[in-house]
């Protein structure tokens, strides 16, 4: 119960009026040995003019409206119903949300491997963005702006921003924590995959954490990449979690292809799922290539990576899909920085830039009509819609009807991504 705090009223109405404490004799020192002389009359027989005493007040107070023995008669009564509205059960207050909860948590014992899954998740991504944006800043030589926000409803995130830099066209670190409540229809929608949702309930709070990244280089010949990894739970109106589930994955995007860094970028991503599961890796990698997929052009976005989502306690157990994240997302670097090194200062053509450009075309075609995170984002209350759409490339092009010319580079490309290839 919180505690009880009177209204001003009741305050007010246990307050004795200044009259009622004991008053100290005024002596003012000033006027002891001060000789006062007689007014002098300017004509005769007129008296002279009365200055207002400024102790009247102090002399003859105004007597108060509710006499002291009044007022002390009342306190009984008072108490009665201060203690009636202590106990009275028909006055309920709010139960705190999760937001607060969580926050009342962090200040008072930090995070530790004993905090709820939420905060955990929250710290551990809040970390490896700083790890990433100063690895990407050692690459580019030039620093990301920071951008930190706040969600009125609860969370807030911060965005990493390097736009026009010595490598990076454009790219983006964000960190988003989001709390916020599931009205019943995407309750009802969420069931499909997670039974333990109460269908009866209007409405559920939810928590979102997240870490997503895209990074466009200048070079066509290196590549796009892309990663997110995320944790949503959902609790009832006590605060206890009813649901939970991970989601994530990367995939790597080239305008060129280079079947070593295909190579490499699938063999780092197979290590870290092998140490779970061997089995997550061609099943992730599957899901990957079916879901970055603009099938309106019956084409991958890129060479694909690893993709899953809901994953929950039908899969493993929380610490060990939590585990399993972790681990995915630490093999980020290893991934992409050695493909980025090798390829960021290599000669290029204006045609080989104008079919990059093209490419960051089918990029943008994807993120705004199959992608299943933009639309949560664009349609969750309170959205920044800047963070959102950070992944979308500075510049793009759509060109009518283009066509590659017959056997070359760009002709590959585009047979990989209408089949897509196993590269491990």
């Known amino acids: 119960m919180p505690p009880f705090r009177p209204s001003l009223r009741i305050s007010r109405a246990l307050e004795l009026p200044h009259s009622y404490a004991p008053r100290p004799t005024l002596r003012p020192s000033h006027l002891k040995y001060r000789q006062v002389q007689a007014p002098r009359r300017c004509m005769a027989g007129v008296p002279p003019k009365q200055k207002p005493d400024p102790m009247e007040e102090w002399r003859n107070p105004e007597p108060s409206k509710w006499p002291n023995r009044i007022r002390l008669m009342m306190l009984p009564f008072i108490g009665a119903i201060i203690y009636s509205m202590w106990t009275d059960d028909s006055i309920?207050?709010?139960?705190?949300?999760?937001?607060?909860?969580?926050?009342?948590?962090?200040?008072?014992?930090?995070?530790?491997?004993?905090?709820?899954?939420?905060?955990?998740?929250?710290?551990?991504?809040?970390?490896?963005?700083?790890?990433?944006?100063?690895?990407l800043e050692k690459v580019d030589g030039t620093p990301f702006t920071i951008d930190s926000w706040q969600r009125p409803e609860g969370g807030g995130g911060i965005t990493c921003v390097l736009q026009d830099g010595k490598v990076f066209e454009k790219a983006g670190v964000n960190t988003s924590v989001v709390y916020g409540r599931l009205p019943r229809a995407a309750i009802q929608k969420m069931r499909v995959n997670h039974k333990a949702l109460d269908p009866d309930v209007d409405s559920l709070e939810f928590f979102a954490a997240g870490l997503s990244m895209v990074l466009h280089p200048h070079n066509p010949n290196a590549p796009t990449v892309h990663l997110n990894y995320r944790y949503f739970e959902t609790a009832d109106e006590a605060g206890n979690s009813t649901a939970w589930w991970y989601g994530g994955g990367c995939d790597l995007t080239p305008s060129y292809l280079y079947d070593e860094d295909a190579i490499h970028f699938h063999q780092t991503i197979k290590a870290a799922c092998d140490k779970h599961d061997r089995g997550y890796y061609p099943r992730f990698k599957k899901w990957c290539d079916e879901y970055f997929s603009n099938k309106h052009r019956s084409e991958s976005r890129g060479i694909g990576g690893i993709f899953f989502d809901d994953l929950d306690e039908t899969e493993k157990d929380q610490e060990q899909l939590f585990s399993f994240v972790q681990d995915c997302l630490s093999a980020f670097l290893p991934s992409y920085i050695p493909i980025i090194n090798r390829r960021k200062d290599m000669p290029y053509?204006?045609?080989?830039?104008?079919?990059?450009?093209?490419?960051?075309?089918?990029?943008?075609?994807?993120?705004?009509?199959?992608?299943?995170?933009?639309?949560?984002?664009?349609?969750?209350?309170?959205?920044?819609?800047?963070?959102?759409?950070?992944?979308?490339?500075?510049?793009?092009?759509?060109?009518?009807?283009?066509?590659?010319?017959?056997?070359?580079r760009e002709e590959r490309l585009l047979e990989v991504l209408k089949k897509p290839r196993a590269w491990v």
């Open 92 to 135: 309920k207050t709010e139960a705190p949300t999760i937001a607060e909860k969580d926050a009342l948590l962090k200040r008072e014992n930090g995070v530790s491997e004993n905090s709820p899954m939420r905060l955990r998740m929250e710290q551990f991504i809040k970390q490896h963005q700083k790890k990433i944006v100063s690895e």
């Open 349 to 408: 053509t204006e045609e080989m830039k104008q079919w990059q450009q093209l490419r960051r075309g089918r990029y943008v075609e994807f993120n705004l009509v199959h992608d299943r995170g933009t639309a949560f984002g664009l349609n969750t209350p309170g959205a920044r819609v800047e963070s959102i759409l950070m992944s979308l490339p500075l510049t793009a092009r759509w060109q009518y009807m283009h066509t590659p010319e017959k056997g070359s």
